[in-house]
């Protein structure tokens, strides 16, 4: 069984920093990719940045440049460094991994406010 906790959200004026951590309780081996995703008010879940367990990256165009995504297998930690946020980053961002064996797992939430 795999748990994931997200931290690190809050309110941000537009241009600052945020960065999300989340932690992954439970079989560090069977984790395969890990995903930050987003979910505004009266929008859809979307996909926001993905690292494989072979650290290859992928992005929303709409993030592009200005934020990153890691991973520290030894912690079983993932982050997400938010730069350059505007209004429209708003939302709750989720954690989320695909465990061998098990499928998506989700963490609860953290919410990022960016206010203009």
């Known amino acids: 069984q795999v748990q994931l906790v997200e931290s690190g959200g809050g309110l941000v004026q537009a241009g600052g920093s945020l960065r999300l951590s989340c932690a992954a309780s439970g079989s560090r081996f069977g984790i395969l990719n890990l995903a930050w995703h987003r979910q505004a008010p009266g929008k859809q879940r979307d996909l926001v940045a993905l690292?494989?367990?072979?650290?290859?990256?992928n992005y929303a165009d709409s993030v592009k440049g200005r934020f990153t995504i890691s991973r520290d297998s030894a912690k079983n930690m993932v982050y997400l460094q938010m730069n350059s946020l505007k209004p429209e980053d708003t939302a709750v961002y989720y954690c989320?991994?695909?465990?061998?064996?098990?499928?998506?797992?989700w963490g609860q939430g953290t919410q990022v406010t960016v206010s203009s």
């Open positions: 690292i494989t367990r072979g650290g290859s990256t």
């Open positions: 989320n991994a695909l465990v061998s064996g098990l499928g998506y797992v």
